[in-house]
T-cell receptor, first 107, second 117 residues
Framework: GIQVEQSPPDLILQEGANSTLRCNFS?????LQWFHQNPWGQLINLFY???GTKQNGRLSATTVATERYSLLYISSSQTTDSGVYFC?????????FGKGTKLSVKP | DVKVTQSSRYLVKRTGEKVFLECVQD?????MFWYRQDPGLGLRLIYF???????EKGDIPEGYSVSREKKERFSLILESASTNQTSMYLC????????????????FGEGSWLTVV
């Protein structure tokens, strides 16, 4: 089945810094989503982005489906951005989560 | 091996029926979640629970209720099923943030495909 690899597994930032999280797929995907698991454990949908680029405030995401990867950009990070970021992708009926990137933003 | 088990993989129910979807986790996790997955909409949170007998509404709680009488079990209830509730339902559990690590995050069940006719 499809493999989903996220990098880096752990990331520590100083408040105000920018970062890029990456999600690679072993096969083509037509369904991709980014999530943030906040410190209370809740999984929050950030972007549904099977292709192209979307922006929401300080966050943006780009998926290049032909090259089987997606990027999540966080600009001017804040302590509330801490948590674990997941990507999930595949084809309908076979959607796989990556293992996540744990982000810690220090004040 | 850690496990989140959803009791039914495939169900077909009639409009107006009461539907129970059961989820059990064996990891002693405090947090449990119910999501639904729809084409073009991705994964959306219905309800979550961070402790026994505690529950919080997610993004789309209308038409659903939940029950968490025991730590390991989180039930999703459709009081009166409707055709727009035809979907794939996904249960998940996770430890509290204080115990999160890159290899210990959120765990999902295999999903329950519900068709309401």
């Amino acid at each position: 089945g499809i493999q989903v690899e996220q990098s880096p597994p752990d990331l520590i930032l100083q408040e105000g810094a920018n970062s890029t999280l990456r999600c690679n797929f072993s096969d083509s995907v037509n369904n991709l989503q980014w999530f943030h698991q906040n410190p209370w454990g809740q999984l929050i949908n950030l972007f549904y982005i099977p292709s192209g680029t979307k922006q929401n405030g300080r966050l943006s995401a780009t998926t290049v489906a032909t090259e089987r990867y997606s990027l999540l950009y966080i600009s001017s990070s804040q302590t509330t951005d801490s948590g674990v970021y997941f990507c999930r992708g595949g084809s309908q009926g076979n959607l796989i989560f990556g293992k996540g990137t744990k982000l810690s933003v220090k004040p | 091996d850690v496990k989140v088990t959803q009791s039914s993989r495939y169900l077909v129910k009639r409009t107006g029926e009461k539907v129970f979807l059961e989820c059990v986790q064996d990891m002693d996790h405090e947090n449990m979640f119910w999501y639904r997955q729809d084409p073009g909409l991705g994964l959306r949170l219905i309800y979550f629970s961070y402790d026994v007998k505690m529950k919080e509404k997610g993004d789309i709680p209308e038409g659903y209720s939940v029950s968490r009488e025991k730590k390991e079990r989180f039930s999703l209830i459709l009081e009166s099923a409707s055709t727009n509730q035809t979907s794939m339902y996904l249960c998940a559990s996770s430890p509290p943030y204080s115990r999160l690590s890159s290899g210990n995050t959120i765990y999902f069940g295999e999903g329950s495909w519900l068709t309401v006719v």
